[in-house]
């Protein structure tokens, strides 16, 4: 059975730093793109950054030069650096894994709380 689970969420400050991590438990991790969304009530669910299986990385315009994304293929995990937090960067942050290969298949972790307050 898939499993996403995202750890690393918490309360922050203004301006600083947090660092998301996504366990899957999924067979051949490596062929799948990786992504963080994250949602705040009353929204839809948005793309923060992807990583595809080659490494082709994609940010939002509102966080590029702030978040990195990057995967470790030997451990199935995929991480999400924050810097610079900002209060509109609050929201619950979501672990995504898709592929085409052999049919699409889509699956999400149950997400983690990212508050940015002073």
């Known amino acids: 059975q898939v499993q996403l689970v995202e750890s690393g969420g918490g309360l922050v400050q203004p301006g600083g730093s947090l660092r998301l991590s996504c366990a899957a438990s999924?067979?051949?991790?490596?062929?799948?793109?990786m992504g963080w969304y994250r949602q705040t009530p009353g929204l839809q669910r948005q793309l923060v950054a992807g990583i595809t299986s080659g490494g082709t990385i994609n940010y939002a315009d509102s966080v590029k030069g702030r978040f990195s994304i990057s995967r470790d293929n030997t451990k199935n995990m995929v991480y999400l650096q924050m810097n610079n937090l900002r209060p509109e960067d609050t929201a619950v942050y979501y672990c995504n894994a898709n592929t085409r290969v052999a049919g699409y298949k889509d699956y999400w972790g149950q997400g983690t709380q990212v508050t940015v307050s002073s």
């Open positions: 999924i067979i051949g991790f490596s062929i799948y793109t």
